[in-house]
């Protein structure tokens, strides 16, 4: 397949996901075009295959330039195998209403943008601490305390399940 990846990164880690989606179909014998949305102005996702979008969530929301592609090209989309990849920490976690919360955000999504993926997976993000200011650091921090999860603010910490997501690539790309 010729797939079309357009991914929408703040601090990295989605970047680095979508990196990974196209270095595991390429391995898996498919053509690939990856590239950050605020790069795809021009870009025809009809003359793919198939597509993966990444965006990552901050706030309850994707980011605007994710939000706006997948506006501009819902109806080419449309006619796509399609997976949106949701990017978040609390994906990590196993908080039911978290989960939930996930899942009514990506609906938002569908509705603001016109365009339903054929598929949605939430993959858990990072604590990205070497890209944030202070605020966030210390605003990150907090969230952490209040998960119990221990951190350290002079380093990251990555909780993407790189083997699920083969798994999903997989499944999906079939």
Same mark, same amino acid.
């Given at each position: 397949?010729?797939?079309?990846?357009? +991914?929408?990164?703040?601090?990295?880690?989605?970047?680095?996901?979508?990196?990974?989606?196209?270095?595991?179909?390429?391995?898996?014998?498919?053509?690939?075009?990856?590239?950050?949305?605020?790069?795809?102005?021009?870009?025809?996702?009809?003359?793919?295959?198939?597509?993966?979008?990444?965006?990552?969530?901050?706030?309850?929301? +994707?980011?605007?330039?994710?939000?706006?592609?997948?506006?501009?090209?819902?109806?080419?989309?449309?006619?796509?195998?399609?997976?949106?990849?949701?990017?978040?920490?609390?994906?990590?976690?196993?908080?039911?209403?978290?989960?939930?919360?996930?899942?009514?955000?990506?609906?938002?999504?569908?509705?603001?943008?016109?365009?339903?993926?054929?598929?949605?997976?939430?993959?858990?993000?990072?604590?990205?601490?070497?890209? +944030?200011?202070?605020?966030?650091?210390?605003?990150?921090?907090?969230?952490?305390?209040?998960?119990?999860?221990?951190?350290?603010?002079?380093?990251?910490?990555? +909780?993407?399940?790189?083997?699920?997501?083969?798994?999903?690539?997989?499944?999906?790309?079939?």
């Amino acid at each position: 397949m010729k797939i079309l990846i357009a +991914y929408a990164s703040t601090e990295g880690q989605t970047r680095k996901i979508a990196r990974f989606c196209a270095d595991t179909l390429v391995d898996d014998g498919h053509s690939v075009e990856l590239m950050p949305v605020a790069d795809a102005g021009a870009v025809e996702p009809a003359r793919f295959d198939a597509a993966i979008l990444a965006a990552s969530v901050h706030v309850g929301r +994707y980011q605007d330039e994710m939000v706006e592609f997948a506006r501009a090209h819902a109806q080419a989309l449309a006619g796509l195998r399609t997976l949106f990849l949701s990017v978040s920490l609390a994906a990590a976690g196993t908080d039911p209403e978290e989960h939930a919360d996930l899942d009514r955000i990506a609906a938002a999504f569908a509705e603001t943008t016109g365009w339903t993926p054929g598929r949605v997976e939430q993959v858990a993000g990072a604590f990205r601490f070497t890209e +944030y200011d202070f605020f966030k650091a210390w605003a990150m921090r907090w969230i952490a305390h209040q998960k119990g999860e221990a951190v350290d603010p002079r380093g990251d910490r990555e +909780y993407t399940d790189w083997a699920a997501l083969e798994s999903v690539l997989s499944d999906w790309a079939g």
